[in-house]
């Protein structure tokens, strides 16, 4: 089975840096569309970042453009999200998520990571 393992989440000042990472095994990824989302207290589940496992190509909320960074190592079957220049706001339990490449990249994921915590402090 799909299983995804994020971690790296933990206290940082605001301004400051974190690098999520997510392991993926079970499967081959080519042809997914590997994501990242957020979950803050009292908010929504709110689409983050996404990239495609084979080609690159990435797509971010207009939140984080600009700040934050996805990328993907083939030898580690690792996801990454770098963020920089991190705000309170950033603050939420953040989850690795992965889907089939198809219809709209900010919806319609089959598989999570249990999530890690990110925590910003000013």
């Known amino acids: 089975q799909v299983q995804l393992v994020e971690s790296g989440g933990g206290l940082v000042q605001a301004g400051g840096s974190l690098r999520l990472s997510c392991v993926a095994s079970g499967r081959t990824f080519g042809g997914y569309v590997m994501g990242w989302f957020r979950q803050a207290p009292g908010k929504e589940r709110e689409f983050v970042a996404a990239i495609r496992w084979t080609g690159g190509s990435t797509y971010y909320a207009n939140s984080v453009k600009g700040r934050f960074t996805i990328s993907r190592d083939y030898a580690k079957n690792t996801v990454y999200l770098q963020m920089t220049s991190l705000k309170s706001e950033d603050t939420a339990v953040y989850y690795c998520?992965?889907?089939?490449?198809?219809?709209?990249?900010?919806?319609?994921?089959?598989?999570w990571g249990q999530g890690t915590q990110v925590t910003v402090s000013s």
């Open positions: 998520a992965a889907k089939y490449d198809r219809g709209v990249i900010t919806t319609g994921y089959d598989y």
